[in-house]
């Protein structure tokens, strides 16, 4: 579906230019939920803004980037945006940073349908409250005419799925899409994804700093360290068998009982990697999403 040949990202400064993906290549299949992981600045953000079409005005791409079979880094920013919206989608961390504080949540939830399709206003409207009650929040009718700062986080970030996914795209990126939401609503929001992932048979790339969350939910995970993939396979692969130091590091960096961290979702550290043993007899997060 996706695949991504030596994909390099620069940015031209002052002082010259500035290496910080170092051509990477690696592809995703129809359906699959792939992770990307790796410390603050190993490149995360920029890989996945490039396949996006999305990169800083500074930065230079290069590299091929292919989407069944279309090739994307050929197409120039406008052309872009014809896929954009359509064939490729992405969930931000901070949903009020995405969505537009002064305009309704129905318009900007049809935004994708008014640039890709012909559809009249009436069928957008269908469609965005169709696709509102699909990402599961309550009352469409209502939060179709409410403006952004009227919503919770969390139906924010409902939101920006709905608009994400209201042309039905073929690859939905999420980077940290969950971060800025409290531990039961993050559950949420992953349950929903991987909803979508078997319904709408939707790929995700999915970048989280948390590889607890990674683990729930991707069926792949690939490594990133200051540019390049040190490390790629399946979950239980990398979290069970790491070959790196890096990726070693990086699991033995999740939090630690020192740090007294108590919730529900760091238990499940503690769960996996055996630092602790726990009852999750009425742990609601833990099971099938
Ligand atoms: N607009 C920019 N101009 C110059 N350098 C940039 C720009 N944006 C990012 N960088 C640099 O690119 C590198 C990779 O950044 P990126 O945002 O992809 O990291 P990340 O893995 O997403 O980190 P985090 O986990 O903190 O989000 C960093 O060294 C960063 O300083
Ligand atoms: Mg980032």
């Known amino acids: 579906m996706l695949d991504v040949k030596d994909l390099v990202v620069c940015f031209r400064s002052k002082e010259g230019i500035h290496e910080v993906v170092h051509g990477i290549s690696f592809s995703m299949e129809d ?28 930065a230079v791409i290069g590299g091929t980037i292919t989407l069944n079979g279309q090739e994307l880094s050929l197409l120039s920013r406008h052309e872009m945006r014809t896929v954009q919206g359509r064939d ?75 608009a994400a996914i209201i042309c039905d795209p073929k690859l939905l990126i999420a980077d940290e899409p969950t971060t800025a939401l409290d531990v039961t609503i993050q559950a949420q929001i992953l349950k929903l994804l991987k909803k979508l992932n078997k319904t ?4 995700i790339l999915f970048i989280s700093h948390d590889l607890g969350i990674i683990r729930r939910l991707c ?36 939090p630690s009982r020192k740090r007294g961290i ?28």
């Open 88 to 162: 490729i989608s992405m969930v931000f961390q901070e949903p009020m940073t995405s969505l537009n504080p002064t305009m309704r949540i129905g318009r900007q939830v049809e935004e994708a349908l008014r640039i890709h399709t012909k559809l009249s206003p009436e069928e957008r409207k269908a469609k965005a409250l169709q696709t509102l009650a699909d990402v599961e929040l309550p009352n469409p009718e209502a939060v179709y005419n409410k403006y952004p700062h009227e919503l919770s986080g969390g139906q924010r970030q409902r939101v920006m799925i709905a």
């Open 219 to 254: 069926d792949n995970v690939m490594v990133l360290k200051s540019g390049d993939i040190v490390e790629r396979g399946s979950v239980d692969q990398i979290f069970n068998n790491p070959t790196e130091e890096y990726t070693k590091r990086l699991i033995a960096a999740i």
């Open 262 to 289: 108590t919730t529900d979702e760091h238990r499940s550290y503690y769960e996996y990697f055996g630092f602790l043993e726990y009852d999750d007899s009425d742990d609601e997060l833990e099971g099938p999403f």
């Open 31 to 58: 359906g699959e939920i792939l992770g990307l992981v790796g410390e603050s600045g190993s490149g995360k953000t920029q890989t996945v803004l490039a396949i996006a079409g999305l990169s800083p005005i500074n």
């Open 200 to 203: 709408m048979h939707m790929s």
